[in-house]
């Protein structure tokens, strides 16, 4: 039987950049995904620019449906909004099919063997090798393998690395769609701006809904913590219902997607021997935003990183891996965190402080850089007490022509 390097599960962002980069690297490398290419995802489709930097922003520009400068978020208890726009690019929309197959394809003509249409059902380690089964009962073995199988990761719970089955009501939770609208619809549903992404909490729910510009769809969805949520179609219906009213278009969903929302990243274990979680698969999503393509893209150059030293160094053992979740961890780690603590009370956040600094110049420019990849979450208060002295000249002047205007 073949023996490869390692074994990739799941063909998203994660498992392809992972597959790879490990071929960069001169690893047999074999990226399994169980359906065939393109495949639907439910996703806003909000590529962040920390994520194009893994690709050096090479994506045909037939992908890109829109440039995003900003972010809006509607304050809870107004019906204004408070908006950041960068002059620089933060980051672009994509439809996900599209992007995650240029992801794959990238891969395999990198030299990666790419088996779709493969289910994998069950994973082993040994002390010699690990080993997927796939549905049709096939064995792939590898020396190493990397589970990207996305939030219900097959490998993480065949490997007991997360429980076998999860409490809804205490998990984020979603549904999302895709509509139609055309350009003129996208231009009205963004108060002709298509190149800002907007966030507006749900009523009374910690949770949050979107609208996500592309070409001529408008990406809608909502998401929240399992409890406040659920049920999810009636709660959805509202959201669209509000978006219709307040944009004056008709959205006719083209096919309603649920989904799981698995953000518990760095508090478990994400290694084992010859095993590494990447992605979702490994719960690297942003507690508050939702947000995982860019991690799981960054985690996945981590992974063939650390694999690719350790095959030079002649270890498979899950301390060696453990250098893995040490660089996550670094990377983000502070985002994470910060993340985390300030998700259950986004909604006063944006009433008490976004609003305050609504349009400011400085709060555009910290933004970029979070999504940029500049700075993570944790660092925005530091960066604001530095950036604050050369700032100060502007907002005494915006002060004082407050008080004669
Ligand atoms: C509704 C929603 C909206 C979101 N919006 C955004 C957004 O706008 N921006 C953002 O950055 N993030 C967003 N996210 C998060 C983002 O979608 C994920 O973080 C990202 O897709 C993770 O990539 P991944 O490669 O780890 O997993 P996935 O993209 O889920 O890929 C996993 C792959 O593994 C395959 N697979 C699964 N099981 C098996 C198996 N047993 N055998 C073989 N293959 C298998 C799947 O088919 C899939 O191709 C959103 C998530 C949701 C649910």
Redesign the pocket.
């Known amino acids: 039987m073949t023996e490869y390097d390692v074994i990739v ?8 950049i992972a597959a790879y980069e490990c071929a960069k690297r001169n690893l047999d490398t074999i990226l ?4 065939v290419l393109p ?1 639907e ?8 620019f920390r ?1 194009l930097k893994v690709i050096n922003g090479n994506l045909p520009t037939e992908i890109i449906e829109q440039k995003i400068y900003g972010l809006k978020f509607q304050i809870p208890s107004s019906s204004s909004t408070v908006e950041f726009v960068s002059d620089k690019l933060i980051g672009i929309t994509v439809f ?1 099919n599209k992007f ?1 197959e240029f992801l794959a394809r990238r891969a395999e003509d990198a030299g990666v063997i790419l088996m779709e249409d ?4 069950s994973a082993q380690v040994s002390e010699h090798s690990a080993c997927v089964k796939l549905e049709n009962g096939a064995d792939i073995r590898g020396l190493f393998l990397i589970g ?7 490998i993480s719970r065949s490997l007991g690395l997360r429980p076998k089955r999860k409490d809804l009501t205490r998990h984020g939770l ?1 549904m ?1 769609s895709d509509f139609y609208v055309g350009e003129e619809g996208v231009a009205k549903g963004t108060d002709n701006n298509p190149h800002i992404l907007s966030i507006q909490p749900l009523k009374g729910k910690l949770g949050y809904g ?1 609208v ?1 510009p592309k070409r001529e769809h408008l ?1 809608i ?1 909502i ?1 929240g913590p399992g409890i406040d949520i659920l049920p999810l179609r009636p709660k959805f219906y509202d959201f669209c219902k509000h978006i219709e009213n307040q944009a004056n278009i008709e959205l006719v969903p083209e096919k309603l ?1 649920t ?3 698995g953000a518990d990243g760095l508090k478990h274990k994400n290694v084992l021997d010859r095993v590494i979680l ?4 490994a719960g ?2 942003d507690p508050m935003m ?7 893209m960054q985690s996945g150059v981590f992974a063939a990183q650390v694999i690719s030293d350790a095959i030079s160094a002649n270890r498979h053992d899950e301390q060696y891996l453990s250098k893995y979740h040490n660089l996550c961890h670094d990377v983000f780690g502070s985002s994470f965190g910060m993340a985390e603590w300030a998700g259950p009370q986004s909604s006063v956040l944006v009433d008490r402080l976004l609003s305050k600094i609504n349009g400011h110049p400085l709060a555009a420019e910290i933004m970029a850089k979070v999504a940029r990849g500049e700075i993570g979450y944790g660092d925005i208060p530091a960066t604001a007490l530095r950036l604050l002295p050369r700032e100060l000249p502007r907002l005494l002047r915006s002060k004082i022509r407050s008080y004669i205007t």
């Open positions: 599960v799941g063909a998203g962002p994660a498992g392809s399994i995904e169980k359906f495949r995802k439910p996703c806003g489709g909000a590529v962040m994520g996900r995650d493969s289910r994998v059902v990207a199988d996305g939030v219900n990761s097959v979603g999302e979107w996500f990406a969805g998401a997607r989904f799981f929302l990447v992605g979702d698969a690297f999503v939702g947000e995982g393509i860019a991690y799981a």
